[in-house]
Nanobody, 120 residues
């Protein structure tokens, strides 16, 4: 069972940048596709971005495309979400997730989340 711990959230002004990190325990991190999701107050959790096991394929939602970049370092058991041109609408709790299957399946393991707040 992989365990995920997110970090890097905080308060940033609109137009600013943040990089989220998700550290995974376990030696099989490189076997898993990984993803980022977010949940804003009063809203459902939504998909943000995902990356396959090798890092060779990435996917992102239309709302963040061109602004957010997902990447991974399998040697460090870490997946990242680089967020740029942040908007107040990006304010949410961001969750890291691991997939036992493909990125189109439901994630199997979730982190505890990290708060991102974008002020206008």
């Amino acid at each position: 069972q992989v365990r995920l711990v997110e970090s890097g959230g905080g308060l940033v002004q609109a137009g600013g940048s943040l990089r989220l990190s998700c550290a995974a325990s376990g030696r099989t991190f490189s076997f898993y596709a990984m993803g980022w999701f977010r949940q804003a107050p009063g809203k459902d959790r939504e998909f943000v971005a995902a990356i396959n096991w090798s890092g060779g394929s990435t996917y992102s939602s239309d709302s963040v495309k061109g602004r957010f970049t997902i990447s991974r370092d399998n040697a460090k058991n870490t997946v990242y979400l680089q967020m740029s041109s942040l908007e107040p609408e990006d304010t949410a709790v961001y969750y890291c997730a691991a997939y036992y299957g493909s990125v189109w399946s439901t994630p199997n393991v979730w982190g505890q989340g990290t708060q991102v707040t974008v002020s206008s």
